[in-house]
């Protein structure tokens, strides 16, 4: 397995919290890979995106669901590769809801 990635960010999904990552990030971290969870309000997209922006390391964010939306947005030179597990992938121009 590659040792040399970026942060692994673990975005949890609706009527759960970064603790659904629990056993995914421990399996990353005894093979060398930092890990941490980012917290989604679900407040608004934008503050969501903002929360995934805020981890200090390069991140290769993943999720599933809206998670995988909220990697998608992301803009900053620090989100290096993206990981949708099963997660919502719209185009630039597709609306999230309808």
Known sequence: MMTNVSTAAWM??????????????????????????????????????????????????????????IAGGSRSDRVKALVHAAALAPDERDALAH
């Not at 941490?36 to 679900?42: A, P």
């Not at 991140?59 to 669901?65: E, L, S, Y």
Request: glycine letters at 6%; hydrophobic letters at 40%; charged letters at 25%.
């Open 12 to 69: 949890h999904r609706a009527w759960a919290d970064g603790s659904s990552w629990k056993e995914v990030a421990r399996q990353a971290r005894q093979n060398g890979i930092k890990t941490v969870t980012s917290s989604i309000s679900f407040t608004a997209y934008a503050d969501d995106v903002a929360a995934l922006e805020r981890v200090d390391d390069p991140a290769v964010p993943a999720g599933r669901a809206y998670p995988g939306a």
